[in-house]
Each structure stands twice: as C-alpha cells, then as structure tokens.
C-alpha cells in the first residue's frame, strides 16, 4: 500500500517561509518522480514543482520559480518544498503526488496523492 502522507502546512503572513514534508511508504521512493500540486477553492489542482527519481532534476511552475524549492532525501523517503516569500496567492492545499513511469506536470500523470495540507497566506 502506497502511502503519501503530506505535513508542515498552516498559516502564515505574506513573506513568510514554509516547509513542507511528504513521506512515502510501501514503494520504492528511488526512481520515483515527485510532484507537488496546489488547489485553491473554486479552482483546478495547478503544478507547482516536481523532482524526477532518476537525477533529482527538478521544474518549477512560473508562478513560484525563484521562491520554492523542491528536494528529496532518498534516505528518509521525503519529498520536501520549500517556500519562502510567500504570497496570498499561494494559498491553498498543497499535496504530494508520485509518479511510477515519467516526470509530470499534469495533475493526470501521477499514480499516487497524499490527503493534502493547508497552507494560509494572509496579508
């Protein structure tokens, strides 16, 4: 059983800084391609970043290029993002996906989702 399990979301003021955590179970997490995804209310799930299994590169949407950061440690199986300057507009829940065959940024080409944590931005 595939398990993501998302944390370190919450609420914070604009220009503020958060990390978040995904940990993955009962796959081998070498290999396999994460993503991390957003969703406001009202509005489609949209990319946010991801990072490929196979030499850890990483892609970002235009909208927070230059401010989060994605990773992974390999040897605690987590994912991380990390995002700092944060604006209201970040706001949302912020999932963990993974992807078993290739890199995705469509929301459609990942296998695996956590349950999603809040992340508040308020000015």
């Known amino acids: 059983q595939v398990q993501l399990v998302e944390s370190g979301g919450g609420l914070v003021q604009a220009g503020d800084s958060l990390r978040l955590s995904c940990a993955v179970s009962?796959?081998?997490?070498?290999?396999?391609?994460m993503g991390w995804f957003r969703q406001a209310p009202g509005k489609e799930r949209e990319f946010v970043a991801l990072?490929?299994?196979?030499?850890?590169?990483?892609y970002y949407s235009d909208s927070v290029k230059g401010r989060f950061t994605i990773s992974r440690d390999n040897a605690k199986n987590t994912v991380f993002l990390q995002m700092n300057n944060l604006k209201p507009e970040d706001t949302g829940v912020y999932y963990c996906?993974?992807?078993?065959?290739?890199?995705?940024?469509?929301?459609?080409?990942?296998?695996?989702w956590g349950q999603g944590t809040q992340v508040t931005v308020s000015s």
């Open positions: 996906a993974l992807a078993k065959s290739f890199p995705r940024v469509s929301a459609a080409g990942y296998d695996y």
């Open positions: 009962g796959r081998t997490f070498i290999g396999s391609h």
């Open positions: 990072v490929s299994g196979i030499g850890g590169t990483t």
